[in-house]
């Protein structure tokens, strides 16, 4: 059962994650065409300081909220489930609100050692900080139950009026200056939060009832740790996660000037060098965040299934989903990855056809960041499973270690001319490697986990250079007959369709596998008559 609920939620989650990512396209595609990179640069200067600060303040405590909980509900105690969401509520309430107030009060310095005009958008985007941690404590105390729905709702509503209120607000404000164009764009971020609160507020209030009967049918007797008790838990839990989560932001925030820094060192102009930084952070870079939301359902939906089966104890359903969800990053990261790569170039200019120039030098970019695709996928997953047999603490360590890489690659890298951004593109990719080397033995460690390299690598590694190629030649012998939007669309749809063929041609996925997912029976007997299974 709970490998059905993990694959399930991943599913849920993998869905909602996909028509959040194309919301996404809808608002980074017309703003990059609207305000240009230079206005993305300005834009870029304020997201990685509100990331670094939104990790600290919801990546942590969400993740120590769906592991404890899962754990009290693995053992009937609902009345303590609930608690620990209630004192999470409050303490996130207040991170959120201290948050806001650096972010707020603190835009001079942030912008004083690159880009002074990008003090609006820092300003713009600081409310969001007061709404989306209050959001993340209904996200992490659903997740726990196993309940990806709330979490995937309200992730739709959050980015659906982000694009709505970002592009409208950015349209109206480039006539006064890219800058304040930039920052009403970045205002987007607080008016989806406050949506996606009301969504899933809604739906809390909707499931009261149940989770309140829940509660009282816990047995009077139940074990209840005091409330201090549980906040040292949820810090010591969440700690090593945000710490975590916090790096690569970190690493964000370090390209910011050392990127900068050394393009001009190599002789570049300021200009141009915020120029390439744009094309790397604002064209290239969101396209690798599209199938990092699939592999983050996974890994989402295996913190609370892995912990309950670490409370109870259950050592062969541990290493059943722990090897089952490094499967499925797998079938989701490899063709990803595969795809982007033979694709770079075309996609680019399909995605920002009135910023052509820029739009091919960012392909170099995206090519060396598609095959960081293969290490994230495999750094999140399993990020989570560590997570949730109480190890947070070591793909801390590990990735700590990879940014480590990250930085000399990239200080050295960048510094090359002929290179320039692609080579914090490569630092970026290693330092992911490094991680899930590091990662990989310790999961093997402490769950037992025994991978299947045919499995979990070759096979899904085969069918995605397969895809890869084909979709390359199909884009390449269409490109001079129907342009390059239909070649892509043509070459991408091809693409999904062989990889899909060779997962069954392949037996990548069997049939008690996929009977696991959202109307697994139906697929599994759909694909039993059309002869998939034999």
């Known amino acids: ?25 809808f608002f980074r595609i017309p703003l990059a065409n609207i305000i240009g990179d230079t206005g993305m640069g300005y834009y870029q200067t304020a997201y990685p300081v509100y990331v670094l600060l939104l990790a600290i ?16 509900t693995a053992e009937g105690n609902h009345r303590e489930a609930y608690r620990i969401f209630k004192l999470s509520f409050i303490l996130l309430a207040c991170i959120g609100l201290a948050t806001f107030l650096i972010l707020f009060l603190g835009a001079p310095l942030f912008v004083s050692f690159s880009n002074p005009k990008a003090i609006y958008a820092i300003r713009a985007i600081s409310p969001a900080l007061l709404v989306i941690p209050i959001m993340a404590a209904f996200r992490g105390y659903t997740q726990g139950l196993q309940d990806m729905t709330p979490t995937a709702v ?22 006064a200056g890219l800058e304040y164009a930039a920052a009403g764009a970045s205002f987007g971020a607080a008016a989806g939060g406050i949506c996606g609160l009301i969504a899933i507020l809604i739906i809390f209030f909707k499931r009261r009832k149940v989770i309140k009967r829940q509660c009282l049918d816990t047995p009077p007797d139940a074990p ?25 932001p970190l690493m964000s925030n370090i390209d910011l000037v050392l990127v900068n820094q050394r393009l001009v060192a190599s002789g570049f102009s300021a200009e141009k060098a915020n120029s390439l930084y744009g094309q790397l952070s604002g064209f290239a870079t969101p396209l690798i965040n599209f199938p990092q939301v699939l592999t983050q359902s996974i890994a989402l939906s295996l913190v609370p299934a892995i912990a309950a089966a670490h409370q109870r104890k259950d050592a062969d359903d541990l290493r059943r989903n722990t090897e089952l969800g490094m499967r499925m990053a797998m079938i989701v990261g490899l063709p990803c990855a595969a795809g982007l790569f033979a694709l770079a170039q075309p996609i680019m200019l399909l995605l920002y056809p009135t910023q052509r120039e820029s739009a091919i030098s960012a392909s170099g970019c995206l090519a060396v960041l598609a095959i960081g695709v293969i290490f994230l996928s495999s750094v999140q997953t399993l990020t989570g499973i560590l997570q949730g047999v109480g190890k947070q603490m070591i793909p801390v360590l590990n990735l700590c270690i990879g940014a480590v890489f990250k930085v000399i690659i990239t200080y050295v890298l960048t510094g090359i001319p002929a290179l320039n951004v692609k080579g914090a593109a490569a630092g970026t990719v290693c330092a992911y490697f490094v991680a899930t080397v590091l990662n990989y033995r310790a999961v093997g460690k402490y769950t037992g986990a025994q991978f299947s390299v045919m499995l979990t ?40 369709v062989i990889y899909a063929i060779l997962i069954f041609a392949l037996r990548i996925i069997s049939e008690d596998e996929l009977k696991r997912f959202p109307k697994g029976e139906k697929l599994a007997r759909a694909a039993r008559r059309l002869r998939l299974y034999r």
């Open 457 to 496: 690598f070759i096979k899904p590694g085969a069918a995605s250079i397969i895809m890869g190629a084909s979709a390359w030649l199909i884009c390449s012998a269409l490109l001079p007959l129907t342009g390059n939007v239909m070649a892509v669309l043509a070459a991408v749809l091809a693409g999904v």
């Open 1 to 25: 059962m709970a490998g059905k609920s993990f694959v399930k939620g991943a599913v849920i989650l993998g869905a909602a994650g996909i028509v959040v990512k194309i919301l996404g396209a």
């Open 154 to 175: 309200s992730q739709i509503a959050e980015q659906l009026f982000r694009v709505i209120a970002g592009l409208a607000l950015a349209v109206v404000l480039v006539p």
């Open 224 to 248: 209840a740790e005091k409330s201090g008790t549980i906040i040292k838990t949820i810090i010591l839990i969440a700690v090593p996660v945000t710490i975590g989560a916090a790096i690569m």
């Open 57 to 72: 303040s919801t990546a942590g405590i969400p993740t120590a909220i769906a592991r404890m909980v899962s754990e009290r």
